[in-house]
């Protein structure tokens, strides 16, 4: 019940009133704590970063003595202010030991991480994001530290006011999913923390030093795969977005020419008129950069125009389950999909449904859950290991990028 209460007020409350015009340091809360255990602070250095040309050891630990109670309960409401979005209580059981390096628990941590948001900019992910990195922290039972940043807009002045915030509160660890503006300011300004850019590619970011780290998908990847679905007659779709535009390149790149190309802005287009009787599309290979309404419309009007196209191709931008509803069984026969997501613990699952969105479809909540693990594994101690396989190399995500097809009622990989 506290769960199901805990997702409701954050997506209620996380954002609302949430600025960034104090000049203050920021409140440092609590967000939850772990059971029966001490508080444990044991930090690594922040001096060297994973795959730089030194790696150290040093760690500074601070111990705090936790209160005595019968029971350890974890209480947490999202309550913004302008200093924090974050804060509770929070209770814990066992009297005050000491403990050594080696006999540190890994629910006896205090994991401190930052999360920096242009709310303006990211729009539904600066909620789903916190909440992402939020359910990741209640399924490993840490105790934590989670304080949300929002620059609002990915200004310079904006960012680098919220960064000297976070530098007050103590946080060196930050999460911060933004777009390639706002990335390629904290690449150039930030030498002093680990940022985990969930969003984007190392490619997107120009001269990103070790302690940057990306955890975006590879689109090009996803296309070279599909490419394997396509025939020699090949089109695309788009919709005029940069997304799109930056998925047609990729095509461009590898297809010598293409015999058909159309933006369809909008989903109110005439796909009559542009597809009744245009027998030139039949046996095309068709990438559909296109988003999911816009996509089930091409995929179903095609059919319903008697146009047989060789194969749909889509990258992870369709893999959805609405996609399922939107169109018939027969729409999507030949239609293929790029899916880099891979199968997350089922608990893990449902804390992120508790707040009302999922890890199993969206790729940015996804990735956002890798950054989280990827933090809590590199620079604090914990004993059970990573819960995410993907590896980590030259600072980028690299992923299990499999094709699926959606059948009847799911998708199904065809290609491991």
Not at 27 to 46: D, H, L, M, R
Not at 235 to 251: M, P
Not at 409 to 416: D, L, N, Q, T
Request: glycine share 4%; with cysteine.
């Amino acid at each position: 019940m506290k769960l199901f209460l805990l997702g409701i007020s954050t997506c209620a409350l996380i954002f609302s009133g949430c600025t960034n015009t104090t000049s203050n340091a920021p409140q440092i809360s609590t967000y939850n704590a772990s059971k029966k255990a001490p508080i444990v602070k044991n930090e690594k250095s922040t001096l060297y970063y994973p795959g730089s040309m030194t790696q150290s050891t040093i760690e500074k630990k601070v111990i705090i003595a936790p209160k005595q109670q019968e029971e350890s309960i974890i209480t947490a409401m999202a309550t913004p202010t302008p200093q924090t979005s974050v804060e509770s209580s929070a209770i814990v059981e066992e009297p005050v030991r000491t403990l050594s390096h080696k006999a540190l628990e890994s629910n006896g941590l205090m994991i401190k991480i930052a999360v920096l948001v242009p709310q303006k900019t990211i729009r539904k992910y600066a909620i789903t994001s916190v909440n992402s990195v939020m359910s990741f922290l209640l399924y490993k039972n840490y105790a934590f530290d989670l304080n949300v940043f929002n620059c609002n807009d990915e200004t310079p002045s904006a960012i680098m006011t919220t960064l000297t915030d976070i530098r007050a509160g103590g946080y060196h660890y930050v999460i911060a999913p933004m777009t390639a503006d706002g990335a390629q300011i904290l690449a150039d300004n930030v030498k002093d923390m680990v940022v985990f850019i969930p969003t984007l590619t190392r490619q997107s970011v120009k001269n990103a030093d070790s302690n940057i780290v990306f955890g975006g998908i590879n689109y090009e990847e996803q296309l070279s795969l599909l490419a394997t679905y396509s025939n020699e007659k090949v089109g695309t779709f788009e919709d005029g977005s940069s997304l799109s535009f930056q998925l047609n390149d990729y095509v461009k790149r590898t297809v010598p020419h293409l015999f058909y190309e159309k933006q369809i802005a909008n989903s109110k287009v005439n796909f009559k008129q542009l597809f009744k009787g245009n027998t030139s599309l039949n046996n095309g290979s068709f990438y559909l950069n296109t988003p999911l309404v816009t996509t089930s419309l091409i995929a179903s009007q095609l059919r319903a125009n008697g146009i047989n196209p060789h194969a749909l191709l889509s990258t992870q931008i369709n893999y959805n389950p609405l996609l399922l509803n939107l169109t018939q069984y027969e729409d999507r026969d030949n239609l293929f999909i790029a899916n880099s997501i891979q199968q997350a613990p089922t608990e893990l699952e449902e804390i992120n449904a508790l707040f009302g969105h999922n890890i199993v479809y969206d790729w940015v909540n996804y990735a956002t859950s890798i950054g989280a693990d990827y933090l809590c594994t590199n620079f604090y101690e914990t004993p059970n290991g990573r819960v995410f396989q993907e590896q980590i190399e030259n600072n980028q995500v690299h992923y299990n990028t499999a094709i699926y097809k959606p059948e009847r009622s799911s998708f199904v990989k065809i290609v491991p």
